[in-house]
């Protein structure tokens, strides 16, 4: 992206996504791209991932696909020239990793360390791979283009499942008829969690693509998400829905307006909401179950605070497992390792934050200055991608609040896609700084006490009073 071109206002769609994804300059000096390969293997990776062929294909029993993919995708990112990734995120993520080792065989089973470890560095790898290869926009709408794509291949196979009780995989519906697909999205939940990161990638493409077939699939996909969501019949899900439809309507109206709008729309949704939102109280049997287990995880940590009890332990002291992400962390890895696995939640949060401000055309006065400025397209482009980053991340966030999914693959596919937009921002966007570990570490000292306080609190009171 040169800052010595100039944009006009009177530019076409499509000429303006033709300058925003032109290689970024960093000064008078052209980088050299990052190569293609790695990010068609990263594609690749995900399309294999998700959709998971290799479980349903029989020719593909005894082949070990995802590994292949992944390793040949490593090898042409380093063999390329793999733009550097000095993102707070990456510390973090090393720290994890220890922290994972430590805190299993600190549990006493020192063998499992390295296993647990080495199961979760794909998904950390796979993060990485995302924010060094996905070096332009138009490699970040691909990737989103990709998740709409597969968000309508697991809606098909769900209504199939619905309609003949099992889909063409061979995956059954739970026993209440919740959709399931396989792998790591067996459970409704985590199904249920593709569906509500996709939602505002489908939006942010039916609005914005220059492509019409692009634009038309994206459209049609939106209720498809929807009608995906109400199968799997995933209340965390639902309430991440509701908490999207309230971020769109302050976004575009503002909060006041939001707050006088948003009881008639959640009204509405209510009617299309899952049979179990009818259950959704503390005294249910479920949810009673979840704040017990909530209560046990901070027993967890007041035994274990430094270590925790291993990752993978929460089942071996409890006969649930948390039921939450932010409990499951800190009762697992103990201080220790919820630091690191909170500072990479909370700084992809502070880089969403940090871009929507700097590139929001009404703080900057682009109303005025925008024709004098030739990264206006790009900003503006940003601006939208960031936003929609951000409502994907918090739908992610809520469902995060009733499921243990600390070390799940989709969050960390939207941690690499923040990064990502985040360092190819920096070249466009003054002011946006690449922050170190420690220069956030106050903060994520703040969260860590702050949030175990806040579950903590909550758990007492619902034990009480619920």
Known sequence: MTGGHRLTGGMSEATRHAAVDKPPVRGPAQVRPVA???YVLGIAYLLLAYVRPHEFAHWLDDVPILPIVLVLALVAWMAGSPRPLRVPQVPAGIGLLVAIAVSVAASGWAGGAVTMTLDFLPILLVAALIASCTDTLSRLRGLMVLFVCV???LVAHGIEQSIHGVGWTGAKPVEDGRITYLGFMNDPNDLARVFVITIPFALHLAVRSTS??????????????FHGIVLTNSRGAFLAVIALVALMVARRHGWLKASMLAPPLVAGLLILAPSRMDDLSADEDSAAGRVEAWYAGFEMLKEHPLFGVGKGGFVDHHVLTAHNSFVLAYAELGLFGYFFWLAIVIATFRMLRELIGATDPARRGASQHGAADGN??????INALARTLFGSYVGLTVT???L???YELTLFVMIGLVMALYLTATTVVPGLQLRRLRDIAPQVLAWVAGTIVFFWLVTRILLQYG
């Open 36 to 38: 293609r390969a790695p």
């Open 151 to 153: 968000g309508i291949v």
């Open 212 to 225: 019409k077939i692009v634009k038309v699939v994206c459209v049609a996909a939106l209720p498809l998400l």
């Open 376 to 381: 206006e397209a790009e900003r503006v482009e």
């Open 400 to 402: 995060s609040l009733f």
């Open 404 to 406: 243990s999914r600390s």
